[in-house]
């Protein structure tokens, strides 16, 4: 085993995702295959979503995981999978005491967080820890928040962020096709391709001043994100990353020509993972 984990986020897309894996689906499946093979079985995932918050950091603490179907108008069948996890209540209590924040004694997986899972650790034998992201807090606030959570890594803890590169709803309901197809063939918009590209350059160049001002910054920032908070979950993964390290695109895609579908590591493990990851996918 490699130590210390690296630090994720994921883009999980449309909830469509359980169903119809496309590129995305197939690099997260690869992803949990490579960190079984180079670090082992992680003691928890530490999961930030875009889609379980809370005006304060939250820990929930429940025992035991189901999956939440927080959308709605989507085939039956995807309301039928199930994602049945153990929590991590030893886990929040001591992260509680660190950020001095609330342990709920609750459960539940938002489809951000048990979508992305599902291909990571489908036996869902992973105990999972949510922790409520604060929507109204700033970049540079999250990452002071995710620097508190440096040292879980080592401690045998995966920390998931979850959410999307781009997320732009109403351009996601004019481009989404009928019959729920993925949408990998449509082209991207210019907007969205000059958006991710920005993001990946300020990443690589560790321009922290541009990245966590990235609503003046960044090109077509208030399109490709009209609220933000299917971004902010990068800004917790990258405090706990640290600054030292650049945050590394390790997968790079879009669907229906505006959902950005990217991927990061952060941390001093990025580049082994990405190296592993080529082994895994030549194997």
Not at 61 to 83: I, M, N, S, T
Not at 264 to 278: I, N, T, V, W
Request: glycine share 10%; proline share 8%; net charge negative.
């Amino acid at each position: 085993m490699t130590s210390p984990f690296p630090t994720l986020f994921v883009s999980h897309g449309s909830p469509m995702i359980a169903l119809e894996p496309g590129d995305t689906g197939a690099f997260m499946r690869r992803l949990g295959q490579t960190l079984d093979r180079a670090w082992g079985r992680p003691r928890a995932v530490l999961a930030v979503s875009a889609h379980t918050t809370a005006r304060a950091p939250v820990l929930l603490g429940g025992a035991q995981h189901e999956a939440v179907y927080d959308f709605g108008g989507f085939p039956e069948a995807l309301y039928d999978l199930r994602y049945d996890a153990p929590g991590a209540p030893a886990l929040a209590a001591s992260v509680g005491k660190a950020l001095g924040a609330p342990v709920l004694d609750r459960g539940g997986l938002d489809h951000g967080i048990w979508t992305a899972l599902r291909y990571l650790y489908p036996d869902a034998d992973v105990p999972v820890l949510p922790l409520a992201l604060t929507p109204m807090a700033s970049p540079a606030e999250l990452m002071v928040l995710g620097q508190q959570l440096v040292g879980l890594q080592e401690q045998g803890v995966l920390i998931l962020a979850t959410g999307s590169i781009t997320h732009n709803l109403r351009l996601l309901m004019r481009n989404r096709p009928s019959g729920g197809t993925s949408g990998e063939d449509d082209a991207e918009m210019p907007e969205s391709a000059a958006f991710r590209t920005w993001f990946a350059d300020r990443s690589a160049a560790r321009d922290w001043t541009a990245l966590v001002d990235y609503r003046v910054q960044a090109p077509h920032a208030a399109l490709m994100h009209p609220t933000d908070e299917h971004l902010l979950p990068w800004y917790v993964a990258a405090g706990a990353g640290g600054r030292e390290v650049a945050p590394l695109r390790l997968f790079e895609g879009v669907t229906f020509g505006c959902l950005g579908m990217d991927a990061y590591a952060f941390g001093p493990q990025a580049r082994a993972l990405e190296e592993a990851l080529k082994e895994t996918a030549a194997a």
